[in-house]
């Protein structure tokens, strides 16, 4: 790469914000981690439950949100959900397509904390559940003292990972009218072809430092609370 | 070191492999000499009712007949032709490279595109317009979408426009489609969708959105629809000459009212039927 | 590990299980009444909206064409991400410590980055450089997108088979006299592989789900198709329905072949074999 080359690329990045874009990217993923995490505990909660028709329930839930394609899913909530059934989240456009789109990725990715947390439970020794019982803990006390604790701390890793797909799935809220970093590559590429490498360069960079931090912290994080076996 | 040369290696048997499997679909198109060999590819829009359309295996639209009518009268019947996809990315790239002979879909003549391609026409003038719900009279132009909702496709430069030119206090939903546009609109959602006007058309033609939208009919812009050729073609003048004498016998007219006449659309008479512009 | 959470319930639990049972159903009845009351409302339930999905042509014109393109690019994808995975997980494994550094710079980048990132810059890319036919563009920019990130999923794959293989199988190696190379090649990664196998098969619905995303690049694929149904005949949201359900059907289908072949594949390596072994954890889906 020549010094012409590198100016020309920093004259395109200077004319738009780049890093406004993928501030939206993390508010997305930030939110959407969140309420992905309740509700995917929730569903985890259901699906380790002594009542059938909840367990029913949160496989169903996992089974189908998993197997959709989050492009679908995304254009659904905006299209369907608030074109159609009127379900409204803002004051106006932009918040309310932000939100619609933060509540697509977020029941996209609670069936997968979901699965990621009963891994954790299945970390978790039968003996454990056991001696609960035996002193005479019934579901919700079993659940709450003993084996989510152990559960949260040996699904750290696969939790990790949900995260860094979020990550990377906010992406998709371009399909929810949402303007954020790939919108704004796709632009800024068509409108500078001439240095599309670059342009690609700088927006896959900016993923690898938001993603390969968070990689490291989960596996750091998962290494110490590991419970010792 | 040896690590350096694999991944190249990696990719040119990848590429290697996928050209393997493609070439099957569509042999013919191996073969770039284009005319002369008695068939001719054209590039069209696949997924714009009224204007480029698959339907089932067969072709419709104002730009597929407009197409079949000029290749005619270069002397290719209706089953030398070839229909190839060509999304607007890519119609440049097709047009050097060789993959089609002509390109009719909804490509405006522009000098940044002359630089690269040629085009002969117009053979239609569009402009951008609006749509909006059947019975609604409040919006009559671009001007009164403010503090409206409006609905284009994802990265389109027409609805920057409006909030550029017209109406700063828009509100814009971007789909993917503007038949997801129009499912809004239908919805009661948005109160426009915006782009060229006979495209808009041909969205409210079809059978599911009779009666229920309508094109509002005041063009604010103009957008001369072209056929893209490659840029060392002898063809234009041909192709010109067709077009003229598509208009003056009529049949321009009944292919316009055939595909986007059942919406009640009616072309912007000032500046249609065209006169085709002199090729360079 | 459920069954031993609770105690089998007695009468009292009994009874209240039943009315949690129709709570339960009451709120997720509640739910789908209103949503197709509304739906209802609008008229989108109206059976115009459906009929052309009971037409031959919709599926041999359409969808099916969809479905052909949708596997089309995911067969591709699995085969090279299936070479890809195996040469750089290779390469994490080498003995050279500057091809186990490029080697993981490469996996790590290209897990990082969204496919659609890599599959909007090969679109635009390719269409440039003019190196495939522009016909080929598409369908080039969706299998190098899924190849390069899936790729690194089975790299990652490749190495963690590896390493999880008990020490006494390259011990046994080397004791017959097998150099480190051989005893990859000849012992650890054949049952490395076959370890992996059913995560394989598991990434395979990351890699069709992920195909959708090229409808974004032009790539007819299902969901391209299905919207293309619904812009012909004003029903986009019924048409995006029946490809949800094609995708849930296909996934399902393949995520029970994963547990299937997990299971059948126990017995020939010394490894696990597991459809959602840690090893899978990497894959979490994708858009």
Redesign the interface.
């Known amino acids: 790469m020549h010094s012409g080359y590198l100016d020309d690329l920093g004259t395109v990045l200077g004319q738009y914000d780049v890093l406004a874009a993928f501030w939206v990217n993390i508010q997305l993923t930030v939110y959407a981690g969140i309420i992905a995490l309740v509700l995917g505990t929730l569903l985890a909660l259901m699906r380790i439950s002594p009542v059938p028709s909840l367990r029913w329930a949160g496989s169903t839930y996992v089974t189908l949100l998993r197997n959709t394609p989050l492009t679908i899913i995304i254009?659904f909530f905006?299209?369907g959900m608030?074109?159609?059934l009127?379900f409204t989240l803002g004051p106006?456009?932009?918040t309310n397509?932000f939100r619609l789109s933060v509540l697509g990725l977020a029941v996209y990715h609670a069936a997968f904390v979901c699965e990621a947390i009963r891994s954790g439970v299945n970390t978790v020794p039968r003996g454990q559940a056991e001696a609960a019982r035996a002193i005479g803990l019934g579901f919700w006390p079993t659940a709450r003292l003993v084996i989510l604790p152990q559960a949260f701390r040996g699904a750290v890793a696969p939790l990790g990972n949900v995260l860094i797909a979020l990550i990377k799935n906010s992406t998709v809220a371009?399909?929810g009218?949402v303007a954020e970093a790939s919108?704004l590559m796709?632009?800024m590429i068509?409108n500078s072809s001439s240095v599309i490498l670059g342009i690609f360069l700088v927006f896959a960079l900016g993923f690898v430092v938001i993603v390969v931090p968070v990689g490291l912290a989960t596996t750091a994080l998962s290494r110490r609370w590991a419970v010792a076996r | 070191m040896?690590?350096?040369l694999?991944?190249p290696a990696?990719l040119a048997?990848?590429?290697l492999?996928?050209?393997g499997?493609?070439s099957d679909d569509?042999s013919s198109?191996d073969d770039n000499s284009s005319g002369g060999s008695g068939k001719i590819r054209i590039g069209i829009k696949?997924?714009?009712?009224g204007l480029g359309?698959?339907?089932?295996?067969s072709y419709t639209g104002f730009d597929v007949d407009v197409a079949t009518y000029v290749a005619g009268k270069l002397g290719y019947d209706e089953g030398d032709i070839e229909f190839?996809?060509s999304?607007s990315?890519?119609r440049e790239?097709?047009l050097?490279?060789g993959?089609v002979d002509m390109i009719f879909a909804t490509y405006s003549i522009t000098d940044d595109r002359k630089k690269v391609v040629s085009f002969a026409g117009p053979y239609f003038v569009a402009g951008q317009d609006l749509l909006v719900a059947a019975d609604d009279t409040s919006i009559t132009g671009p001007e009164d979408l403010e503090g409206k909702?409006l609905c284009s496709v994802?990265?389109s430069t027409s609805a920057q426009r409006i909030k550029d030119d017209y109406a700063q206090g828009t509100?814009?939903?971007?789909?993917?489609?503007?038949?997801?546009c129009?499912?809004?609109l239908v919805?009661g959602?948005v109160d426009a969708v915006t782009t060229d006007d006979i495209i808009l058309a041909g969205l409210a033609s079809?059978?599911?959105?009779k009666g229920k939208v309508k094109v509002v009919g005041n063009p604010f812009s103009e957008e001369n629809y072209g056929v893209g050729l490659p840029k060392d073609s002898d063809k234009c003048e041909d192709i010109n000459t067709a077009i003229k004498a598509m208009i003056d016998d009529g049949t321009w007219q009944e292919l316009l009212d055939k595909n986007v006449g059942a919406s009640g659309y009616k072309a912007n008479e000032e500046l249609n039927p065209p006169t085709p512009a002199a090729c360079s | 590990m459920s069954d031993v959470l609770f105690d089998a319930p007695g009468p009292r639990g009994r009874r209240r299980m039943v009315w949690i049972n129709i709570a339960a159903t009451l709120v997720v009845a509640g739910i789908g009444v209103f949503v197709l009351l509304r739906l209802a409302e609008?008229g989108q339930l109206a059976a115009?909206?459906w009929k052309p999905f009971v037409q031959a042509?919709t599926w041999?014109?359409?969808l099916l064409p969809g479905l052909k393109g949708t596997l089309?690019a995911a067969a591709?994808s699995i085969?090279?991400a299936g070479?890809?995975g195996l040469?750089f997980g290779l390469?994490r494994l080498s003995r050279s410590r500057?091809?186990r550094f490029?080697?993981g710079l490469?996996v790590e980048f290209f897990r990082a980055v969204p496919v659609l990132l890599m599959m909007i810059f090969f679109?635009?890319g390719l269409?440039?450089l003019?190196?495939?036919?522009?016909?080929?563009?598409?369908?080039?920019a969706v299998?190098?997108g899924l190849?390069l990130y899936n790729g690194s999923v089975f790299a990652e794959l490749v190495r963690s088979g590896v390493h999880n293989l008990p020490r006494g199988q390259r011990e046994a190696a080397y004791a017959v006299g097998l150099r480190r190379g051989q005893s990859l090649r000849a012992i650890e990664v054949p049952q490395a592989l076959i370890a992996m196998l059913p995560a394989i098969a598991s990434q395979l619905v990351v890699i069709l789900k992920d195909t959708a995303l090229g409808?974004?690049v032009?790539y007819?694929e299902l969901l391209d198709a299905a919207?293309?149904v619904?812009?012909?005949?004003?029903?986009?949201?019924q048409s995006l329905v029946v490809a949800a359900l094609i995708f849930i059907v296909i996934n399902y289908a393949l995520t029970r072949l994963a547990s299937l072949l997990a299971r059948r594949l126990g017995g020939r390596t010394a490894g696990r074999t597991s459809a959602a072994a840690p090893a899978l954890t990497v894959d979490v889906g994708r858009g």
């Open positions: 254009v905006v299209l608030w074109g159609q009127g106006d456009f932009p397509f371009a399909a009218s919108g796709r632009e068509e | 040896r690590r350096g694999l991944a990696l048997a990848g590429a492999a996928l050209g499997c493609s569509d198109s696949f997924d714009q009712p359309f698959q339907d089932g295996s190839v996809q999304p990315a890519q790239s097709m050097s490279g993959q909702n994802t990265g509100q814009l939903l971007e789909q993917p489609g503007y038949s997801e129009v499912t809004a919805a959602q079809l059978p599911a959105n | 609008k115009s909206l042509s041999t014109d359409y089309e591709l085969v090279a070479i890809f040469v390469g500057t091809v490029v080697a490469v679109y635009l269409n440039q003019k190196l495939v036919s522009p016909q080929d563009v598409p369908l080039v299998v190098a190849t409808y974004i032009t007819p919207r293309r619904g812009a012909g005949n004003g029903n986009i949201l």
